[in-house]
């Protein structure tokens, strides 16, 4: 039987062998680690929006677009009942409200509390025709989400045109 010849002494082959094995090992856990944050971000974001979505009210958040609106004369405030809810928890946070949007000149505010009080958002809501006055309301408290009313029947809105939920921005 033949024998491999003996491989000179004087080039360590182990030690190389070891050493590109490591080199690689390290290169694969360095790409690893770059696809796994690649692939983080976009998940990271899809359950950002998923836990929003999970604490948000029952309400449509995009006002539908609207080609042109019937051009109705717009109604003063003083006409308008506008019912504040507390939606963020914070005590007299409606009723500061009302009462802010009273000094605003708009008639008949009043507060109560909000089934829920984890609203992220604030916002305006209004009975259909009121589309015009909602947005109103919303440049005068700074409210950037206005949509249609959904959620509540008009029993509770005690007569009342336009709601705020005060959320917690």
């Known amino acids: 039987m033949e024998h491999a010849q003996q491989l000179p002494q004087g080039f360590p082959w182990r030690t190389a062998t070891v050493v590109i094995g490591v080199v690689a090992a390290l290169e694969l856990v360095a790409l690893i680690g770059i696809g796994a944050a690649r692939l983080a971000a976009p998940v990271r ?4 929006a998923a836990a929003h979505a999970g604490a948000a009210p029952a309400v449509r958040y ?7 609106l019937p051009s109705q004369p717009l109604r003063p405030r003083a ?4 019912l504040v809810l507390n939606g963020n928890g914070v005590k007299g946070a409606a009723g500061a409200e009302a009462v802010s949007l009273q000094t ?5 505010s009043r507060s109560q509390n909000a089934p829920r009080h984890d609203y992220a958002r ?12 909602a947005r ?5 408290t700074g409210v950037r989400i ?4 959904d959620g509540m ?10 709601v705020v939920v005060l959320g917690g921005s």
């Open 153 to 162: 029947r008009r029993a509770q809105l005690k007569g009342s045109q336009l």
């Open 122 to 133: 604030s916002m305006v809501m209004y009975v259909p025709g009121y589309a015009q006055e």
């Open 79 to 82: 006409k308008l009942s506008v």
């Open 62 to 68: 995009e006002t539908p677009h609207v080609a042109a």
């Open 45 to 48: 974001a899809h359950a950002t």
């Open 146 to 149: 206005v949509a249609t009313l």
């Open 104 to 108: 605003l000149g708009y008639g008949g």
């Open 136 to 140: 109103r309301l919303g440049r005068d």
